[in-house]
């Protein structure tokens, strides 16, 4: 977490001159960020740089955000060609250590985050957004196969596996229900409290770069269906009647599939990231995957791939074989 050469340069010639760099955080990318303190003053400088990442999808995301009246970073000063950003620090309130150390407060919060997607799933998406639906869901389930079932030592049927996603996720990308902006990496450690603010501006949106244009179940399903924290199934249970209440929209089907999909998607990511990055952080969560991943298998909307996983998943090589 040193910063960058070119940092100290690209403040002082944004009136930041005289700040600190501290370091804050990385993540699972390239990206890395600092906070930056100048008296009072505070911002956050995303380090994204070429040709790894591209600041441009975030800084185009975020203005989309903020025009739909929701809270992303304001974006105070850019270099895109080596990839640093300047943007508005929203502190250090996370919603999981929030909720975490206020469990009474899980179901309201969790309800402001679903009204926030209610209030985002109502506005056309955005546009120029890639589209992720069924080819790329089947894209990224197939990380299980190229990466977990190696790591464990299971020569898995490839094709069958194809098969049996197929067979689960067909009906929802057949479902006919509006498509929407999805953020993708939409969880508990990427949503900031933020002051006094009220309603839906009163969640900061961090971490969206990626995101597309895909099924309303996804991002529910994401936030609900946490690897960081454990979401009690009362919650998940109101907060998914909530948003089918308020839109609309039955996706009861949907949200399972999509769920297991993710879920089946991360354990490959996570062993990539430890295998191939060095990153084996990533490891520990795997335990709370597998949890959420046998719930959703237990659904009627996953028989094809509940089958797949029984026939050639043993039990040794899922959630024990990481504790």
């Not at 990427?190 to 900061?204: F, P, R, S, T, W």
Request: glycine content about 6%; charged content about 25%; some cysteine.
């Amino acid at each position: 977490m040193i910063p960058p050469a070119h940092a100290p340069a690209f403040l002082a010639a944004h009136g930041w001159g005289d700040a600190q760099i501290l370091p804050l955080a990385g993540d699972a990318s390239f990206r890395r960020y600092f906070r930056i303190v100048d008296g009072d003053r505070r911002a956050v400088l995303m380090d994204a740089p070429p040709p790894h990442e591209d600041p441009r999808p975030f800084i185009a995301i975020a203005e989309y955000l903020c025009d739909q009246g929701l809270n992303a970073p304001t974006i105070f000063a850019r270099d895109l060609e080596r990839g640093l950003l300047l943007i508005e620090d929203f502190g250090d309130v996370r919603l999981r250590e929030t909720v975490d150390a206020a469990l009474p407060d899980e179901m309201a919060h969790y309800a402001g985050v679903t009204d926030l997607l209610v209030h985002l799933h109502a506005r056309p998406p955005m546009a120029g957004l890639p589209v992720h639906g069924f080819d790329q869901w089947l894209d990224e389930v197939m990380l299980f196969a190229d990466w977990y079932c190696p790591a464990m030592g299971i020569e898995a049927d490839r094709d069958a596996f194809r098969a049996a996603w197929e067979a689960a996720l067909r009906p929802v990308e057949l479902d006919g229900l509006p498509r929407v902006t999805v953020l993708r990496d939409f969880h508990a450690e990427n949503i900031m409290l933020v002051g006094d603010k009220a309603g839906v501006e009163h969640y900061g949106l961090l971490d969206f770069q990626d995101a597309l244009v895909g099924h309303p179940a996804y991002d529910l399903a994401s936030v609900l269906e946490d690897a960081r924290r454990d979401v009690s199934p009362a919650v998940e249970a109101a907060m998914l009647a909530r948003y089918q209440e308020a839109t609309g929209l039955d996706i009861e089907h949907a949200y399972w599939a999509l769920a297991a999909q993710r879920n089946t998607r991360i354990l490959g990511v996570f062993v990539r990231l430890w295998k191939r990055d060095g990153k084996d952080g990533y490891r520990r969560f795997q335990p709370r995957m597998w949890g959420l991943l046998e719930r959703d298998l237990a659904h009627p909307a996953l028989v094809p791939a509940r089958q797949w996983f029984d026939a050639n998943i043993p039990a040794d090589k899922r959630a024990e074989a990481w504790l």
